[in-house]
């Protein structure tokens, strides 16, 4: 069975740092890529970040970079999204999901509806 677990989000204050994981198990680490995702209430759900650490992508949202890292401990089958000098703005709800490594484009998937598998979310919330 496939399964991706979140954990790590939480409250923190603008400019502050969180590292939510994404754990992963069911398949084949190696031949997915993983991606992140966030929801706001009353929004869509957009692409954050994604790795695939076999075709050595990763891509980032342009609302993220220079702030969010992600990373990869194949040993452990997780993912890891290092997010520093948070902003009110990112506050949401954060999914991870994963999709087989041949339907992404060079290793990166950056919309929703090319994933197959999701986990249940961990929220988010910066204050001001």
């Known amino acids: 069975e496939v399964q991706l677990v979140e954990s790590g989000g939480g409250l923190v204050q603008a400019g502050g740092s969180l590292r939510p994981s994404c754990a992963a198990s069911?398949?084949?680490?190696?031949?997915?890529?993983i991606g992140w995702f966030r929801q706001a209430p009353g929004k869509e759900r957009v692409g954050v970040s994604c790795?695939?650490?076999?075709?050595?992508?990763?891509y980032y949202a342009d609302s993220v970079k220079g702030r969010f890292t992600i990373s990869s401990d194949n040993a452990e089958n997780t993912v890891y999204l290092q997010m520093n000098r948070l902003k009110t703005e990112d506050t949401a709800v954060y999914y991870c999901?994963?999709?087989?490594?041949?339907?992404?484009?060079?290793?990166?998937?950056?919309?929703?509806?090319?994933?197959?598998?999701w986990g249940q979310g961990t929220q988010v919330t910066v204050s001001s």
């Open positions: 790795i695939s650490s076999s075709a050595g992508s990763t």
């Open positions: 069911g398949f084949t680490f190696d031949d997915y890529a």
């Open positions: 999901a994963a999709v087989p490594i041949w339907h992404t484009i060079a290793g990166v998937a950056p919309s929703p509806s090319m994933y197959d598998y």
